[in-house]
């Protein structure tokens, strides 16, 4: 799962070639060794390179952000069919125990849900308010 910015893409530009090979391998989780192997680069230069060049910390913070953005929508697009099967074992399972089981997930999933959105909409409405005062 490449993203759309990585070396081959089209948001490509302020770091070199092989900065841009090793934070996509530290964005994707390998460790160093591996980063400086897939990029030419030496372990000691990519720690430099953390340490020295803001764009290349910057790069795999971005390439993170659009790996778990692409990863978060695959698990959202199961979550309807997971959320259907829940709800078919709460009706339709063979044992009490079955549509017991589903129908706490069912709950306590939806409750879960439920918490997190409203938690996003009062950060969203903080954020807002800060912004319309001027702080940031």
Do not use: C, Y
Not at 1 to 27: H, I, V, W, Y
Not at 46 to 53: D, E, G, L, N, R
Not at 56 to 71: H, N, P, Q, V, Y
């Amino acid at each position: 799962m490449r993203p759309e910015s990585a070396p081959d893409g089209p948001g490509f530009g302020e770091l070199t070639p092989k900065q841009e090979a090793a934070a996509l391998a530290l964005a994707a989780g390998h460790p160093l060794r591996v980063a400086a192997k897939q990029s030419g680069a030496g372990e000691r230069t990519i720690k430099t390179w953390s340490a020295t060049v803001p764009a290349f910390g910057r790069r795999i913070a971005e390439l993170r952000a659009e790996m778990t953005g692409r990863a978060l929508g695959r698990l959202a697009d199961g979550m309807a069919g997971a959320a259907d099967t829940l709800g078919f074992l709460s009706r339709k399972g063979k044992s009490e125990t079955v549509r017991l089981g589903a129908a706490r997930a069912v709950l306590e999933l939806g409750n879960k849900l439920r918490e997190a959105v409203e938690l996003e909409a009062r950060i969203a409405a903080l954020e807002a308010g800060s912004t319309k005062r001027g702080v940031r």
